[in-house]
């Protein structure tokens, strides 16, 4: 057990870099460059095949630019995308330059990364839209991935969703997700502020809930 306990200590010693394993293969697409007002920029990947890293740099990282850079992301030609998100948010920001470094998700020197591993069929077409009505420039925007012969048959879709409500009165949940269906949550990036109005966070003194297949009470 001791050398299983050695190459997790090293994993979670080494924040911001892949603790995924290199896979055979593996590519990088990218699209960087400046985007005018409303342009779109997008990555067309063709499958079976795995994005292992999607690496996102705006300059500059203003809270304007991370908020209204749109990232969406659409899995086998679906019209819906399965992610979308202002790209701070995605990335873990909360819409600001915060510098972190976590397993999953961080923001550096050298930009956003996420390493969530994320498996499409037939295509992945991975996208950034300035919605805002200044040019902004994409140092970097790029995909790592790689092909595989065929995906397992229980190969799930990797989803992201951004909602905002604002002046939650008291005593009212706020419903992060609901959702049918077979999956797994793996985590969300609350931003929270307190109401102008307001004295104190007492906001904080809210608990998550989780409600698992049709659960009156949560178990979570």
Sequence with gaps: EQEILRRGAA??????????????????????????PGEK?????????????????????S?????????RVFWDGEEDPSVESPAG????TGADDRRFQSLP??????GCYCYL??????????????????EVRLLVFEAVHHPVDRLPANAARFHARYRQQEDIPR?????????????????????????P????????????????DGEKWPSR
């Design 41 to 61: 920029r997008a990555i067309d990947l063709k499958g079976p095949g795995v994005v292992d890293a999607l690496r996102l740099q705006i300059v500059p990282a």
């Design 197 to 212: 109005r307001a004295d104190g966070i007492f906001f904080l003194e809210g608990d998550e809930k989780i409600y698992v």
């Design 11 to 36: 994993i979670l010693e080494a924040p911001g870099k892949d603790p995924k394993p290199a896979a055979a293969g593996a590519l990088t697409a990218s699209a960087a460059g400046d985007l005018k």
């Design 89 to 92: 948010d995605f990335f873990g």
């Design 105 to 110: 998700l961080g923001m550096r020197d050298d």
């Design 63 to 71: 809270p304007k630019n991370l908020r209204g850079v749109l990232l």
């Design 171 to 195: 005593g009212t949940d706020f419903a992060v997700l609901r959702a049918q269906g077979r999956g797994k949550f793996l985590g969300m990036n609350l931003t929270m502020q307190s109401n």
């Design 117 to 134: 591993p994320m498996p499409f069929e037939r295509s992945a077409w991975i996208e950034v839209w300035n919605q805002m009505p200044e």
